[in-house]
């Protein structure tokens, strides 16, 4: 049986309309996404949003310092601008963190091996035998170095 997620803004007691269904598959996540103090209520009430475009501009929402974890375990503190709800998207945030870019950039590369073992037979069946597969790995090592080697 499919659950729903229900939100309630409750404003009274009777309100009927106070409570909104919320579909499973999306995400609902909210913050302060900004450092500023909140703006005033008089400065709230002169302001007109149009659109979604014109809320963004207008606040201009960003979140300084955040603290993410490298491979190591130490913190990395980046800062993320959202100037657009895309902004939020996964891609969005990847491209704006050097890190999460690396660490993408890594698996990207690692997805591409696993594509070539899948499609190639022969490298299929080396990595099957334990000789081929050192033979293998002991020339992978000799072009990791020269590679090294030419930086």
């Given at each position: 049986?499919?659950?729903?997620t229900?939100i309630?803004k409750?404003l009274d007691?009777?309100a ?15 913050d ?8 005033s209520d ?5 302001f ?6 014109d809320?963004?501009e207008?606040?201009q929402?960003?979140?300084k ?6 491979e ?9 601008d959202?100037k657009s709800l895309k902004?939020?998207e996964?891609?969005?945030l990847?491209?704006q963190s050097?890190?999460m870019?690396?660490a993408?950039d890594?698996?990207d590369?690692?997805?591409?091996v696993?594509r ?5 037979k022969s ?13 293998l790995?002991?020339?992978l ?9 030419a930086?």
């Amino acid at each position: 049986m499919a659950r729903k997620t229900v939100i309630s803004k409750v404003l009274d007691v009777e309100a009927q309309d106070g409570i909104i269904e919320f579909p499973q598959n999306r995400a609902l996540y909210a913050d302060q996404f900004t450092d500023e103090a909140p703006q005033s209520d008089e400065d709230r009430a002169e302001f007109k949003a149009k659109n979604m475009k014109d809320v963004f501009e207008h606040y201009q929402p960003s979140k300084k310092g955040i603290a993410l974890e490298n491979e190591e375990g130490g913190a990395v503190y980046e800062d993320f601008d959202f100037k657009s709800l895309k902004d939020f998207e996964d891609e969005a945030l990847i491209e704006q963190s050097a890190l999460m870019g690396a660490a993408k950039d890594k698996i990207d590369a690692y997805n591409a091996v696993i594509r070539q073992l899948e499609k190639n037979k022969s490298l299929r069946s080396a990595m099957k035998d334990p000789t081929q597969r050192g033979n293998l790995k002991n020339a992978l090592q000799a072009l990791l170095a020269e590679l090294d080697e030419a930086e």
